[in-house]
């Protein structure tokens, strides 16, 4: 199998957003400001990455999915490593990223692409749920 992790375009539109979380022209803003990345297996999207500036500076991994069908495959771990070069490239030393707290699964994801805890915000998502906060070193 293999994985081709590219820039979204204008197309990739309803696929790059349907978590359903994010307003439709915010997903249009992220792909044309280069913020969203698409993987493909046999020129099929499969999964997306969608990255924020904190503060205007700070990439942040505001999402990242995989269809169901196609995890646990590498798709995460090739669209992240496209990030990071990318965000290398251009002179950022930290990622950071996020979960919810009532979900471990995604938790471990991040501790075994490398990210370590650094924070967390209670109450902030429905039903109350806090968030957990992530970071990982790009550089020594």
Same mark, same amino acid.
């Given at each position: 199998? &293999?994985?081709? !992790? /590219?820039?979204? =375009?204008? %197309?990739? #539109?309803?696929?790059v957003g349907?978590d359903?979380?994010?307003?439709?022209?915010? !997903?249009?803003?992220?792909? *044309?400001?280069? =913020?969203? #990345?698409?993987? *493909?297996?046999?020129?099929?999207? !499969?999964?997306y990455l @969608? $990255? %924020? #500036? #904190?503060?205007?500076?700070?990439?942040?991994?505001a999402l990242? @999915? !995989?269809l169901?069908?196609?995890r646990?495959?590498?798709?995460?771990?090739?669209l992240l490593?496209?990030?990071?070069?990318?965000?290398?490239?251009?002179?950022?030393? $930290?990622?950071?990223?996020?979960?919810?707290?009532? %979900?471990?699964e995604?938790?471990?994801?991040?501790? @075994?692409?490398?990210f *370590? *805890?650094? &924070?967390?915000?209670?109450?902030?998502?429905?039903?109350?749920?806090? %968030?957990v906060?992530?970071?990982? /070193?790009?550089?020594?």
């Open positions: 199998m &293999g994985i081709r !992790v /590219r820039a979204a =375009r204008g %197309e990739d #539109l309803s696929f349907q359903g979380y994010t307003d439709p022209a915010a !997903v249009a803003h992220s792909i *044309e400001q280069g =913020r969203a #990345l698409v993987a *493909e297996v046999d020129g099929t999207a !499969v999964g @969608r $990255v %924020e #500036l #904190l503060w205007g500076t700070q990439p942040y991994i990242i @999915r !995989v169901p069908p196609h646990r495959q590498g798709v995460g771990r090739a490593a496209h990030l990071e070069d990318a965000l290398r490239k251009d002179g950022h030393a $930290v990622l950071l990223s996020s979960s919810q707290a009532d %979900e471990p995604p938790q471990a994801w991040h501790r @075994r692409m490398g *370590e *805890e650094c &924070g967390i915000i209670n109450g902030i998502n429905q039903g109350g749920v806090g %968030e906060f992530f970071r990982k /070193r790009l550089r020594g």
